[in-house]
């Protein structure tokens, strides 16, 4: 399985609900993370796990907050979102060299 | 984090010419990666590099990894419609990579 996986694909949510965005990978890669990317930017990066541990926070809002249940799993749980946080959200694992992305969740706050 | 400038910001050119494009930074990097990113997709890994002065090949994508470590470029030759997407060069010092502004390319038939 060479393969990051994402769901939802797409969610839409009003800006008081408490959703989960979900990432999972089977490659034994020890280093995943999250990015945020907008329409036609590069990806902005988030969050770093390494070995299941946070180890980078760009400074993001605590309305975003990972977590890392296992080695192969991410999760990136929203709560009282903007709209100005609409955007296609990518995780991604790595091992050494190149990442690998998944296919990203698209995300729509109303 | 760090900017990586990307070259040129946007390209429209007719199916079956070249397409080259660069990427450069004020730092150096230990790896260059190239990717492809097409409207709602995760971006796609086309060409690593790992040591300065490398060139290598990807069927009709070539990229090359700087002299200096500070800079990468991509060729495409003989494009074709399915080349349409975003490139993003991303450079990697220990675990973080940062990404360049990308280059929109545009293929017409």
């Known amino acids: 399985d060479t393969e990051v996986t994402q769901t939802p694909k797409h969610l839409v949510m009003g800006m008081t609900n408490k959703k989960s965005l979900k990432c999972e990978q089977h490659?034994?890669?020890?280093?995943m993370y999250w990015y945020k990317q907008k329409a036609k930017k590069p990806p902005e990066l988030m969050f770093v796990?390494?070995?299941?541990?946070?180890?980078i926070n760009e400074s993001v809002p605590s309305r975003f907050s990972p977590e890392c249940p296992n080695s192969s799993l991410l999760n990136l749980h929203l709560h009282a979102l903007q709209p100005e946080d609409s955007a296609l959200y990518l995780c991604?694992?790595?091992?050494?060299?190149?990442?690998?992305f998944g296919s990203g969740t698209r995300l729509t706050v109303v | 984090g760090q900017q990586l400038n990307q070259s040129p910001q946007s390209m429209f050119i007719q199916e079956g010419e070249d397409v080259s494009m660069n990427c450069t930074s004020s730092?150096?990097?230990?790896?260059w990666l190239w990717y492809k990113q097409d409207p709602g997709e995760g971006p796609v890994l086309l060409i690593a590099?790992?040591?300065?002065?490398e060139l290598t090949s990807n069927g009709r994508l070539t990229a090359q990894f700087g002299i200096t470590r500070k800079d990468s470029f991509l060729n495409i030759s003989a494009s074709i419609p399915s080349d349409v997407g975003i490139y993003f060069c991303a450079g990697r010092t220990g675990n973080q990579f940062y990404f360049g502004t990308g280059t929109s390319l545009t293929v017409i038939p």
């Open positions: 796990y390494s070995y299941e541990k946070l180890s």
């Open positions: 991604a694992s790595s091992q050494d060299y190149g990442y690998t």
């Open positions: 730092s150096i990097f230990n790896t």
């Open positions: 590099l790992y040591k300065a002065g």
């Open positions: 490659m034994g890669h020890r280093a």
